[in-house]
């Protein structure tokens, strides 16, 4: 055989597989920015916070993703997105959002990493574009969840020793600020997205036990277990959510071998969500939220609220957003404050509202901007605020601007 032919048939061998294998998997890279400029009013009782503008982001992320094809239907995946702030400040990290490795086929999708957790994800078809916690469109969230947790594990607890009730020695612990929060991105986390069942779809995830290393001799054993039921078909879509936080000690209570000192216990959300289109148009969603914390071994707190949304796309690129949100007044036998929800009183109640409403113009596919107004009420015993300054009791926060949204 020619030389100049044998050496071109070997080159062809050699790079065949390569070929092949470059076809079987994709990257891409995009992402999203958001930009909103606005006024912020705290309206604290006594004048508490100040009054101000306030420019930044919200939820931007820059994300890279790519898939391999297997065989035999299977499917390699990986995700990393990261925080894409246009202000350099929030010192996220990097694939502090959705970010994960998994397997994917007919079977469904099995992933670990840092992910949106069920009762999340089920929240989400509720919310529509409102964002859950940002001060100008969002802030149902914080009232039904007690706010937003992204990128965070189970909660790391500081172990020493320190005296507990009866006088023995036990382990102290101290909870991280945003661990009891329903509304997660759950870090270190193994998760299973089942496919579409004629419209019905499950999900579940489990926390890892990682942070049981640094526990010591806590009795307490901190782990997430998520669950979830969707049913979606045409214009309608259901969804229930389910999420238990195990051993997380909501109250900040002492625990240690004493009889009297808190050995663990449960902290869970239902959340229960129903979506409808009319005519293409119009689409009305709502949200009963129902939480429950085992705050000590003999007290606990309740917590229920609800939200509804509405979004009218009027004509055109014109849309038309209204958001309401309230929560009770906290009910249970504890006296303790568990993250933003403080026991009620007969003289002062803990329940608050929020309510929002914004004006869209699309000015393609993928850029929109919008005017906004958002207010949170506060009942006379609570002080929920817009995540911008700190509230007093009572106090009305509200924030009026304008946004750009772009994604990429």
Known sequence: MNKKLMALAVASAIAAPTVAMAQSSTVQIGGSLTVMYYL??????GGAGKKGDIMEGSEPEMFIRGEEKLGGGLSAWFQCASSFDLWGATGDGFCTRNSALGFKGNWGNLFFGNWDQPQKLVYNQARGAFSGTNALYGGTANLLFGGSASGVANPVQTIGTSPVAGGATGASTTMSANAERFYRRQARSLNYHSPSWGGFNVKGSFSSGTEHTGLGTSPLNPRLFGLSGEYSSGPLYVGLGYELHQDW???????GTAATAYNGGD???WSLVAVYTFGGNIRLSGVYSKSEYDVTNSTNMDVNGYAVYLDWRVAGPHTVRFQ???VDDPSGSTTVTVGPYIPGTSALDGGAKVFGVNYEYAFSKRTAGLIGYNVVDNDAGAKF???KSAATLGGKQQAMGIAV????
Do not use: M, W, Y
């Not at 912020?40 to 009782?45: E, M």
């Not at 000690?249 to 625990?255: F, K, M």
């Not at 949204?405 to 990429?408: D, Y």
């Open 249 to 255: 000690n909501p109250g900040n209570a002492t625990v």
């Open 405 to 408: 949204k772009h994604r990429f």
């Open 40 to 45: 912020h009013d705290p309206k604290n009782p």
């Open 267 to 269: 902290d869970t959300n």
């Open 324 to 326: 309401f949100g309230q």
């Open 385 to 387: 605020s817009l995540g």
